[in-house]
C-alpha cells in the first residue's frame, strides 16, 4: 500500500505541476523543435558539397533541442516545495551540502549543464536517432546516394577530432574574454562552442570505442574465450527442459537474451530515466560540490587526497585545478545526484521509473495509432507529415517528463531527510 501511495502521490504532484508551468514548459518545448527542425532542413540543405558548415548547423540543432530542455526544467523551479535539510549525523548528511539549492538564471543553468546533456545524449545513442531523422531528410533533398552524397558522415574521424580541438581552443579564449569583459551577449557562442565541442568529442570517442571493439573482437584471444564458453556448455548435462530445449541450449538462449535484450531495456528504461532525473537536479540548483563531497568515504576520495597532499604547491595546482574545471563544475554534480537518488530508496525510484516508462509507452502508442490513422502515405507527404506528428506527440511528452522530474525531485529531497 506504501509503495501504492507513492506512486500515487508521485502521479498527482506531477500532473499539479505539468498544469501550473504547462505554458512556458509548451513555449520552451516548441522553441527547441522549431528550430532543431529547421536547422535540420538547412544542413540536408546544404548537402555534401558544404559538408562541414552542414555538420556544424546539425550540431547547432541538437543543441538548441537540449538547451530549450534544460530551460523547461528551468522554468519549474519557482514551483518546487523545498526546504533545506538540518544538519545531522546521518549517512547521507555527505550527499547534502550546506548550500542546497543555489539558483541561477536560465543562461546560467544552460551553461552549466548543456555538457553533460550532450554526454548522455551521444552516450545513450540519441544523437545516433538525430542522425537517422536527419538521414531522412537527406534522402528527400539529396537522393539514395548514401552517406557520402548527405551532409553528414559520422565515420569521418579525423574531421571530428579536429572540430574538437578547434572548438576546445575557441572555448578557452572565449572564456578568458568572459572573465575580462562581462558582457551577457557572449554567453550565447560560448553555450554554441561548448555544445560543438562536447558532440564532436564524443563522436570522436565513441569512434575509438568502435574500433577498439572491433580490434578486439578479431584477436586470437577472443576467439579462444569464445571457444572456452563453447566447452562450459558442452559440460552440461543434456537435460530436456520442460519448454522443449536442452540444459545447454536454455543457458545460452538466457545469456543470449540477456545480453541482446535485458540489459539495453535496463539502459534505456531504469539507468537512462535516472540521469536525466540526476541532470535536473543540476538544473534545479544541485550543483554546489567537489570533488571531495562526491568522492568522500570511497577510497577513490582518499587516495586523491593522498596524491593532493603530495603535489607541490603553486604552477602545478593550478593547472591540475584548472584542467579539471569542467568535471568538477559540470560533471561530478550529476554523479553527485545520483547518490543522492540512491539514498532515496526503491519505494521512490521504483514510482518514478514506472511513471517515466508509462509516459515513453503511451507517446509510443500514439505515435502508431496516428500512424495507422493515416495509413500508407507517398514519401514526400510522409516526410511533410511526420514532423506535425512528432511535434504533437513532443508537446505531450516532455511536459509531462519534466513535470514528473521536478515532482520526483521533491520527493527524493523528502526521502533522504
Known amino acids: 500500500m506504501r509503495t501504492l501511495q507513492t506512486i500515487g502521490e508521485l502521479a498527482g504532484r506531477t500532473v499539479g505541476l505539468w498544469w501550473q508551468f504547462l505554458a512556458p514548459l509548451i513555449v520552451w518545448c516548441s522553441l527547441g523543435f522549431a528550430v532543431h527542425e529547421l536547422a535540420f532542413f538547412l544542413s540536408a540543405r546544404l548537402g555534401a558539397a558544404h559538408q562541414t558548415p552542414a555538420t556544424l548547423v546539425f550540431i547547432l540543432g541538437v543543441v538548441a533541442l537540449v538547451c530549450s530542455y534544460v530551460l523547461m526544467i528551468h522554468s519549474t523551479v519557482p514551483g518546487l516545495r523545498l526546504t533545506r535539510p538540518q544538519t545531522s549525523q546521518h549517512p547521507v548528511a555527505q550527499v547534502l551540502p550546506g548550500e542546497l539549492f543555489d539558483s541561477q538564471s536560465g543562461v546560467g543553468s544552460v551553461a552549466r549543464a548543456l555538457g553533460p546533456f550532450l554526454a548522455v545524449y551521444a552516450v545513450w545513442g540519441l544523437v545516433d536517432s538525430e542522425v537517422t531523422d536527419l538521414f531522412s531528410i537527406n534522402i528527400l533533398y539529396n537522393g539514395l546516394g548514401g552517406v557520402d552524397q548527405w551532409s553528414i558522415n559520422l565515420s569521418r574521424f579525423w574531421f571530428y577530432l579536429t572540430l574538437a580541438v578547434v572548438a576546445w581552443v ?26 560543438i565541442w562536447v558532440f564532436a568529442s564524443f563522436i570522436t570517442a565513441l569512434t575509438v570505442v568502435d574500433v577498439v571493439v572491433a580490434w578486439i573482437t578479431t584477436r586470437v584471444a577472443w576467439s579462444w574465450l569464445l571457444g572456452l564458453w563453447r566447452s562450459a556448455l558442452e559440460l552440461l548435462p543434456e537435460l530436456s527442459m520442460p519448454w522443449g530445449l536442452t540444459l ?41 560540490f567537489t570533488s571531495a563531497d562526491v568522492l568522500a568515504g570511497t577510497r577513490i576520495g582518499t587516495g586523491l587526497q593522498r596524491l593532493g597532499e603530495r603535489l607541490p604547491s603553486g604552477r602545478v595546482r593550478a593547472v591540475s ?16 545526484a545520483l547518490r543522492l537518488l540512491l539514498h532515496s530508496g526503491p519505494r521512490v525510484l521504483g ?55 521536478a515532482a520526483a525531485f521533491e520527493r527524493v529531497i523528502r526521502a533522504v531527510r
Open 170 to 195: 575557441v572555448r578557452i579564449a572565449l572564456d578568458q574574454l568572459r572573465r575580462r569583459v562581462r558582457w551577457t551577449f557572449l554567453e550565447f557562442p560560448a553555450m554554441a562552442v561548448e555544445g
Open 248 to 288: 545447454p541450449a536454455s543457458v545460452e538462449r538466457f545469456v543470449g537474451w540477456l545480453i541482446a535484450d535485458v540489459l539495453p531495456a535496463v539502459g534505456e528504461h531504469v539507468v537512462l530515466p535516472l540521469m536525466w532525473l540526476a541532470l535536473a537536479a543540476t538544473v534545479f540548483g544541485w550543483h554546489r
Open 321 to 336: 585545478f584548472w584542467a579539471t574545471g569542467d568535471l568538477r563544475v559540470k560533471y561530478l554534480p550529476v554523479l553527485q
Open 351 to 405: 514510482a518514478f521509473i514506472l511513471l517515466s516508462t508509462v509516459i515513453d509507452v503511451g507517446t509510443e502508442w500514439l505515435m502508431v495509432g496516428v500512424a495507422r490513422i493515416l495509413g500508407p502515405l507517398p514519401y514526400d507527404l510522409a516526410l511533410g507529415v511526420e514532423p506535425t506528428v512528432r511535434l504533437i506527440t513532443t508537446l505531450i511528452e516532455m511536459p509531462l517528463l519534466v513535470a514528473l522530474y
